[in-house]
């Protein structure tokens, strides 16, 4: 996680400060979460005491908020940043309001851009089974990351998830993770047999090979014992994906996308798929159900002899 800025000195800073630890010892947000509030709020501090000067929480206004978001679009934030930046003051001033610093909330009346909204990216059956078989098994890290691969494609994890992943997480009995997602929530996840056949070869071969006798509590780990990190597994993705033939862009969330898909695609319910992916509201999984209507729109018109 990149390292965190000190706020400037002024009336605002306690109570962000407040906020942000509110954010991380009671509701448990992750670190990255933080990270952004934090960016977001400090950027809200310097802008209010250019454009309001030192004007305390208390002291602020519809119209102070107003003249702060337009900066941002002068600035020439995309319609994504200043939606999140407005997100991060509604749950401030829900916070201050709550602690009695403030009587009405300024940010009631703040538009949030229009945003397209796009459907996510996913791959195909047959560009996952190449994905899968991209990593070598003639070597301990080749057999480490198709068991990351297989793991990831089986459960959709989160990359957060999968590279924090202790050992102790996996239930290989009854097939299933047990998983610290957003907030601290815990899920438990099910993997089928191909993936954790995956996981016993590298349980057997992998990973003694990188710890050399070393104790380590997490699954995934490296030649130094330590944990997996999220950009050096989106580094060897994209090295896969290359190998596999995929041209376009490739993340693990496209692979966690892929997989909610072909659920929806196969008949799961929604609910179920919520749950899996750890979604604390269903109306984020609901567009999986879009995603299956284009595919049946695609396969009429590509196989239907009168479409």
Known sequence: MQQATAFSTGPL???????LGFCRVEKGL????IYSYRSDLERFIESIHVLAGAKSTGDLGQEDLSRHVESLYKAGLSPRSIARHITTLRNFFKFVMREGTVQTDPTEFLASPKQWSTLPKYLNREELERLL?????????GIRDRSMLELLYATGLRVSELCGLPLAAVEREMGVLKV??????QRLVPFGE????????YLR??????????????LFVTARGGPMARQSFWR???GYGLKAGIRRRLTPHVVRHSFATHLVEGGADLRSVQIMLGHADISTTQVYTHVAQRRLRET????????
């Open 180 to 185: 610290t997602g957003k907030g601290n929530k």
């Open 205 to 218: 071969a992998g990973r003694p090979q990188f710890l050399k006798g070393r104790a380590s509590r997490y």
């Open 30 to 33: 992750a670190g990255n979460t």
């Open 133 to 141: 078989a991209a990593p070598p098994l003639a070597s301990a890290s």
């Open 13 to 19: 800073t306690p109570d962000v400060e407040s906020f």
């Open 300 to 307: 009429i018109e590509q196989h239907h002899p009168r479409a």
């Open 194 to 201: 191909t993936a954790g056949q995956a996981l016993d070869e």
């Open 236 to 238: 060897l993705l994209r």
